[in-house]
């Protein structure tokens, strides 16, 4: 990376100037190829931006151009994560650009391979049916990729759009759907509904999955252990633990053949395995898969991972719930310093163990140590997603019961009257908050 580039952009941004990103024509078959073989690998080499390890050819022009930005606000993690956001759009934009103009192609062929088709030999007709299979299967592998991106994006409604589709075509090209294809497809799709809240056609969709990946791959493929696995996390949704806890327990004994025990996809399905515990009130047991599964992601993805911080913030959940406030705190307080390190101070993650830490604070008699840190989520969670985000009232709530404990009352009364404002829709539970504290004060 070029300090001058990057300099450049940023400067353009900070500006508010048009960012125009173009791609020389005759690169856009490679790109297209490259996103319909991984399009997350794209996605992770574009915006691999660090802007504190760029280089010039002037060693003055690098040293001058480096200590600006450090001195800026938000220093190089600001300017990294806003050169990042036009890329990862214009990526999207152009992969979007390309499933397109592949179903304008798709109809466009589709017509003419039926008049011609009166007129075709065999031999013409078995070639024909051999690039249109070709033809399809390249779409449909485009269209489940660009599913992918606009799920990153978060745009889950277009994700699912796109995702169906390629299934559809997968289904065509294969009618009896028994093919890892079709599976590998039904899996996808299914994410994409559990992600918008519709965990029932989720299930449905990775049972259909399931069925597939039994008839056509031997009884330990990784892929069959991952279809279990995410049944298991769409079961939970569906609060039917139990059987969460009868898929995730097969995916683990699948992931551990045929991945090894120290994998870090065994390492989540271990700790799928446990939050089921958790579930079931089986905390003892939760805790010691817990503490495994982390020890494993430190090892395979390393300590400053957010896989490694979920899993320790889960562990931290069952001490708050058996009321092991000291054990929660210090694990809160871990999970605290992963993600600040790991996605930084703003983040939502960074932001909800930061929560959860001054809410154990809180329950442990330390209301002087947990408000500040919720002012902290509150402020910097108002400024990331403003001032009408719905989970800010619940900080506001926290904020004013911690006001309260300190025996500030016009202050507490103030923190939840900003709730009552934020919710549109008040919810019992906030007008009983506010109740009480009016009645005790």
């Not at 597939?212 to 298991?232: C, H, K, M, P």
């Not at 010691?288 to 430190?298: G, K, S």
């Not at 549109?424 to 504290?437: D, F, G, I, K, Y």
Request: some cysteine; charged content about 25%.
């Amino acid at each position: 990376t070029r300090c001058w580039c990057l300099w450049e952009i940023m400067c353009a941004l900070e500006e508010k100037a048009r960012l125009a990103i173009r791609l020389p024509q005759s690169e856009a078959p490679s790109l297209r190829a490259a996103i319909i073989a991984d399009a997350d690998l794209i996605l992770k080499d574009l915006c691999d931006i660090r802007a504190e390890k760029a280089e010039a050819t002037q060693e003055h022009d690098k040293t001058m151009i480096l200590k600006t930005i450090a001195s800026m606000e938000g220093g190089f993690q600001h300017m990294n994560e806003k050169i990042k956001e036009p890329l990862r759009q214009w990526l999207l934009d152009t992969a979007l650009g390309f499933a397109a103009a592949a179903t304008r192609r798709d109809d466009a062929n589709d017509a003419n391979d039926t008049d011609n088709a009166d007129n075709a030999d065999n031999a013409d007709k078995d070639k024909s049916a051999g690039e249109k299979e070709e033809r399809l299967q390249t779409q449909a592998q485009l269209l489940g990729q660009v599913a992918y991106l606009l799920g990153t994006f978060g745009r889950t409604g277009e994700a699912i759009e796109h995702s169906e589709h390629a299934l559809r075509l997968f289904r065509t090209l294969h009618p009896d759907s028994l093919h890892r294809s079709c599976a590998k497809a039904c899996n996808n799709t299914a994410g994409f509904y559990e992600a918008s809240g519709d965990a029932d056609r989720a299930h449905l969709l990775l049972l259909e999955a399931l069925k597939i990946y039994r008839a056509v791959v031997e009884a330990d493929d990784a892929e069959l252990g991952g279809t279990l696995d995410n049944l298991s996390a769409v079961s939970r949704a569906r609060g039917q633990h139990q059987e969460a806890l009868e898929f995730s327990t097969e995916a683990l004994r699948i992931r551990r053949a045929a991945l090894g025990p120290r994998h870090h996809l065994t390492a989540v399905t271990l700790h799928n395995v446990a939050q089921a515990h958790a579930n079931l009130a089986h905390y003892a047991r939760a805790l010691e898969l817990f503490a495994e599964a982390q020890e494993i992601q430190a090892e395979a993805v390393g300590e400053y991972h957010p896989a490694t911080a979920g899993t320790v913030a889960a562990m931290a959940a069952v001490h708050a719930e058996l009321g092991q406030l000291d054990q929660a705190r210090t694990a809160f307080e871990r999970v605290l310093r992963i993600n600040r390190q790991a996605l930084g101070a703003e983040h939502m993650e960074t932001l909800t163990a930061m929560n959860n830490l001054a809410s154990v604070l809180q329950r442990s008699g330390q209301p002087a140590e947990a408000l500040p840190l919720f002012q902290e989520v509150y402020a910097l969670m108002k400024k990331v997603k403003g001032p009408q985000f719905p989970q800010l009232a619940s900080v506001l709530n926290s904020l004013g019961m911690a006001a309260y404990a300190l025996q500030d009352l016009n202050q507490a009364l103030e923190y939840l009257d900003q709730a009552l404002a934020i919710n549109t829709a008040v919810s019992p539970q906030t007008l009983l908050s506010r109740s009480l504290s009016l009645s005790l004060s």
